[in-house]
Structure formats: C-alpha cells, structure tokens
C-alpha cells in the first residue's frame, strides 16, 4: 500500500487548505477500506484529526477540528481529502493520511500545515 498526501503549504490564521491522500498498490482496494487523518505537530505526539467509513457514510472528528475540517473521499480516484477551513496555528503540524489493512498501519509521507498568526 502505498498513500502519498500532498497539499500542505503556509497559510494566514483563518485560512483554508485542502489536503489531499493519493492511495494506491498491486493488491489493494481503496473502496474496501476505512481512511483516516493524522497529525504530529513539533515535540509532540502524532494525534487522530479526522476518520472515514469504506463507503464514506460514516465521519469522525477529534474535538479541536470538529465543524471546520470536513474529510472526505472519491473512490474512483482512489483519493481521500481533508478540507480544512477557519485555519488556527495551533493546526501547524505534520498531516499524514493512514489506512489500517490487516491488523498493519500503513502512513503516507506527510505533508506540512503551517499557520501564520
């Protein structure tokens, strides 16, 4: 399985930026499995931002992006999205995209948020 996330950049507090997961490999079927957002902002620990269902129909959210990130995906494009809107600097981090296939997680290479305040 290989995710490869790309999007990322510098943007003012209040911002926007779409967040993209291009996923692919021999044997993998990205419409079979569930996707999610991480991030790892500096000297801290990598945390959950943002979970997809399979088919999409189902959503999660960590508390501090709840009603500004929006996750979504395309499965004919094997591609999965992070629409992140109202922007904040404590949102600087490292943005990976993940995927869990029999009982082993696989990370993109992540893609840099910066927020300027």
């Known amino acids: 399985v290989q995710l490869q996330a790309s999007g990322g950049g510098l943007v003012q507090a209040g911002g926007s930026l779409r967040l993209s997961c291009a996923a692919s490999?021999?044997?993998?079927?990205?419409?079979?499995?569930?996707m999610g957002w991480f991030r790892q902002a500096p000297g801290k620990e990598r945390e959950f931002v943002a979970y997809?269902?399979?088919?999409?129909?189902?959503?999660y959210y960590a508390d501090s992006v709840k009603g500004r990130f929006t996750i979504s995906r395309d499965n004919a494009k094997n591609t999965l999205y992070l629409q992140m809107n109202s922007l904040k600097p404590e949102d600087t981090a490292v943005y990976y995209c993940?995927?869990?296939?029999?009982?082993?997680?696989?990370w993109g290479q992540g893609t840099q948020v910066t927020v300027s305040s």
């Open positions: 997809i269902s399979w088919g999409g129909g189902s959503t």
């Open positions: 490999g021999r044997t993998f079927t990205f419409s079979d499995y569930a």
């Open positions: 993940n995927t869990n296939r029999f009982g082993r997680d696989y």
